[in-house]
């Protein structure tokens, strides 16, 4: 029976799993370098240690009946260690090596019939300019792993730029894309049981700042069939991969065509909506799947808007609650982060509305009510 939910990686995905399985019963131990974290303010217990400590790594083992993550950037030879010694981990390490990686990642959704940007693996001067004689401009450059949050991207439209972004990336294994003139971006949150039960969340309609996320629309603007295509294309990926928990994937929509752009094998920021607007949000979807519970199918109450509450480096004490909260159909949720430093993640606002637009031109008046300003405590220092 499973009692103890084990959680490599302390941020705001892990606390709001973590709140939901907490709702649910069950204790759970989360492990990440920073102490007192978003996540570890909330769990039963939280170790401190770096995410490939060997000794720290086997105590998150021992102390969990189930062991998740919440990133996909935690090395992936703790995930590996905990499968030596017989701990369970779901997703397991199989997937996690694929979505690590965004070349195995875009080759395996290849290999599935999905189609995805045109890209070539690039490691050195001579066949980036393969590369670019075969893709061509524009194309966007991203390190193959560890980035995320447009980090290690490079949009470029030259040879000489590309060469640029090439010596940025000191030997970094990169990934040349070609850039895809899209109509929008979606994606979805589906999860998946170790019986190869299969849900979906409504797809999101995804804007994106700076390669951050900034706003999610739900459901997303796109056709039946579109929806149809994505939820198909998704079901397919988390079958051949062989996830058992939440997952997400990034698509582009461009005319007629759908193409997988990233595959997150965990809880995703598109879907904090499923708090506020679904009657099972991701995080329950997760808890379920990994603890082997009944996923059921989710619904919408009613269309919803969520807005990241991002720093913008001027201050640490966001403004404008008192008015946010007037309205009865926002929802704010932050994250428990000391800095708003320039563009962290440290809340966000659901907005329900009767419509799409109606959602929208509130969550455009929510955005415009929020700023940062600086502690008192600060200005007195
Ligand atoms: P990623 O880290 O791959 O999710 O990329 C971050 C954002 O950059 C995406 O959500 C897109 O808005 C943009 N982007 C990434 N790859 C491409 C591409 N091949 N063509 C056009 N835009 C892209």
Not at 83 to 91: A, M, N
Not at 158 to 182: C, M, N, T
Not at 307 to 316: C, F, K, P, Y
């Amino acid at each position: 029976m499973i009692e103890t939910i084990g959680i490599l990686g302390g941020g705001q995905l892990g606390r709001m799993l973590t709140l939901e399985a907490k709702r649910m019963g069950y204790r759970v131990v989360t492990l990440e370098p920073f102490p007192n974290s978003p996540t570890g303010q909330i769990a039963d217990e939280q170790i401190v240690a770096a995410y490939d400590d060997p000794r720290a790594i086997g105590e998150l083992g021992a102390r969990s009946d189930v062991t998740t993550y919440e990133f996909e950037n935690i090395p992936l030879d703790s995930v590996l260690l905990l499968e030596r010694e017989g701990r369970l981990v779901r997703p397991d390490a199989a997937a996690l090596r694929i979505t690590q990686d965004r070349v195995l990642e875009k080759t395996f959704v290849r290999e599935c019939g999905i189609g995805t940007a045109p890209f070539a693996p690039v490691a050195d001067a001579r066949e980036l300019d393969v590369v670019i004689g075969e893709l061509g401009f524009p194309a966007v450059m991203k390190t193959a792993r560890g980035g995320y949050d447009g980090k290690g991207q490079w949009v470029v439209r030259d040879a000489h730029a590309a060469h640029a972004a090439l010596a940025e990336a000191r030997g970094a294994q990169l990934i040349f894309e070609r850039f895809v003139p899209f109509d929008l971006e979606v994606s979805i949150i589906c999860a998946r049981g170790a019986d190869g039960t299969s849900i979906a969340f409504p797809a999101s309609e995804n804007q994106h700042d700076h390669g951050v996320l900034a706003t999610s629309i739900v459901p997303a603007r796109i056709s039946p069939e579109i929806a149809a295509r994505v939820r198909a294309a998704a079901e397919t990926i988390g079958e051949r991969l062989g996830i058992v928990g939440a997952y997400c994937v990034e698509f582009f929509v461009a005319g007629d065509e759908v193409l997988v752009n990233e595959i997150a094998p965990r809880v995703h920021n598109s879907g904090h909506y499923s708090l506020d607007a679904t009657q099972i949000s991701q995080y329950e979807a997760h808890v379920r799947a990994i603890c082997d519970l009944p996923l059921v199918e989710p619904y919408l109450f009613s269309p919803a808007v969520m807005i990241n509450i991002l720093g913008d480096g001027t201050g640490d004490e966001l403004d404008g609650i008192v008015e946010l909260l007037s309205d009865p159909d926002a929802k704010l949720h932050l994250y428990g982060k000391a800095h708003a430093a320039l563009r962290r993640k440290m809340g966000h606002v659901t907005i329900l509305g009767k419509t799409v637009a109606a959602a929208l031109a509130k969550a455009e008046r929510a955005r415009a009510v929020l700023s940062w300003k600086a502690r008192p405590s600060a200005l007195a220092r």
